[in-house]
């Protein structure tokens, strides 16, 4: 845990300082597109995240400051206005963006500053229509690492799996589980995430080296078909009630047992004899 | 008849003064080592009292020996199907505080302590924990406790008695006790090796020792289990089980076990005894009260020519022979009828035979004479030898059939509670002192010694010889050990012919002139 914290604070320290010393406006425009316009537009509808297009009328700055900064963190603090967003984006976790509170703040001036321009919603034409068959297969080799990604990224296999769901928790949602990004996401979401990594760890092992346009459009046959709304996502291994159940048995075999050896010598003949005796240790 | 031969051992009981130089001489050579502190080989346990470990002859707790079953006997506590449902949890087997925590004392404590105003102590620590301990037990912890209401009177043998006797055999200056010297019994029919699952003990062919095989056991402790006598015991260091080898290294060597070596009463005897084997099965399910007569049948007569045929005939060694006919135990259990076997109701045939003890029986229970107690004050104690122990021989058998030590218990123990079999044999201890009474004092009317002999059914012949035999009888006399012929052992595994002429004299290089 503690390597982790280590690991995001020096990500959280590379993007600072790389947004160092540019040009505020500029700066601030780069940091939305990179950051936050995978998912957000302003004033041009929702993508994956709602349109951010006068966002400060629904929230106060403060009130935005820390749902940005951690929004896991303040759901989870409970409060409500946070919990009910989450809800209306389909549960979607929005990613840290790991940048400082001013930079932050510069960001938010610019949505501001570009809220007035409200422009037509654009709607996003997805380029995976009538995609091949060879497309599929394509991707999934790209995905298992059969085939390697053109710029030498890593293949998608050594950090996701298909394994979601937990023991102890049925709900967790995994972000190694690919198999409902896409219901979870929709294209324009998962797409803007292969071309431009968004989470520290995945942008950091694609820096450099981005997937080619084609092997997006591949992968991204390959997630949809395998997501079918969800319908493959492994549902947990053990089937509901595998502890109780466990529990339940284990005490019957105990009792089945000590009625077998019911008649057994169960302590030493002296017993009476050493429990009277005065003791100095124990 | 499938003639074969046993070591067999006698323990004369009234000679054992409970020094335990036997139990230390088998530690110090056999049981000093890790994982065996707590074992006891041999050990002496004082009688009535509940021994080692506590009430080990309660097969109600134990679980150990031969039953009885439709004729046929069956493992009590283990066996095949038994032994197989409980492999993975024996339920009946002795804790580490049903023998005793075994323990040491610092004794570098009272040298190394510092000049102090009290002087130091070595406390005991346990030798299985190293820590500290209370001592709570040790393996003779009832020793010389005749009368105590734990030990003593929780004798198992007590139960068949009724409460009345029990009741007379503690009473104060009337308790006594004897000691009861304990072995592995190397048994004819041994449960321990019918228990074990691993087939890792035997006996051995030629002289009847049980062993536990170290490198074949799987440590299931179904023979420390199914021995009635608690004599196998698990080493919880090398995780095997461990009994007496009836120091069988040193019977090969010619040399007597270390216990009966070191006997300082000169109690014991070993000797070898012929047997016909085809007899075990049925001498092991006979009825109860039949079992010491059934045992003592299978016995053979070592002069008997059709015995000797037969027992050469099964490879049983000319000098085996001899040594039976020369065998102490041979005439102590079958010529006299003396020794008898320790509880042969857990039907193991069991080959260590005692003599039962006269002593303590040997008081009688006539009219005390108080005329001199009424003279001083009531608190006074005073003593009168003549109700205490009595060796007057003016009634021939009164001592033993009004004994102060009930005969039952003793019948308990020698005779699967048969009390005529006891009676027997110590009238027999009784007529060799009156005969040699009557041949050393003198004091006696020539017609009472003959009555005595005749009626315990023995002529003066018979009774020096056990006279000598018990009193005056030399190393040699006592230990008949039979060769131990590893050569025919050998003789069995590899074929020595090969060697023949390989070594001694001869060339190692060949001589330029000549062969």
Redesign the interface.
Known sequence: MKKLLLLTGLFGLAFTARSFGQDANAGAEALFKLKCGICHTVGKGKLVGPDLANVHDRHTEEWMLKFIKSSQTFIKSGDSAAVALFEQNNKVVMPDPLISEDEIRSVLAYIKENSGAVGTAVAYTSIIEGATDEDLQNGRSLFEGRKKLANGGPSCMSCHNGLAKTFFNENSYSKKDLSASFSALGEAGVRAILENPPFPMMAQAFQGKKMEPDEVHDLLVFLKSADKGGAAQAKSPLPSGFLLYGIMGAAALILLYSG??Y???S?????N??KR?????N | MDVRSQISMVFHLDKCIGCHTCSIACKNIWTDRKGAEYMWWNNVETKPGTGYPTKWEDQDIYKGGWEKKNGSIDLRGTGKKKGLLNIFHNPNLPVIDDYYEPFTYKYLDLIESPAMDDQPTARPVSLITGKPIDIKMGPNWDDDLSGTPDYARKDPNLQKLSPAEQEAMFQLERMAFFYLPRICNHCLNPACVASCPSGAIYKRGEDGIVLINQQVCRAWRMCVTACPYKKSYYNWHSGKSEKCILCYPRLEAGYAPACMHSCVGRIRYLGVILYDASQIENAASSDTGNLVDSQLNMLLDPFDPSVIEAAKKNGVADSTIKAAQYSPTYKFVKEWGLALPLHAEFRTLPMLFYVPPLLPVMASLSEQNTSQGEKMDPIAKFWNDNWLYNTSTEELWGTIDQARFPLKYMANLFAAGDEEKVKTVLKKLMAVRIHRRNVTVGDLSPEKVEVAMREAGMDAETADAIYKLTSLAKFDDRFVIPPAHREQAIEMLEFTGDTRGSTGFGFKEKPVRGL
Do not use: D, G, L, T
């Open positions: 077998f050896w008649s057994r010598k302590r030493s003949v002296n017993h004899i050493y005796q005065i003791k100095s240790f």
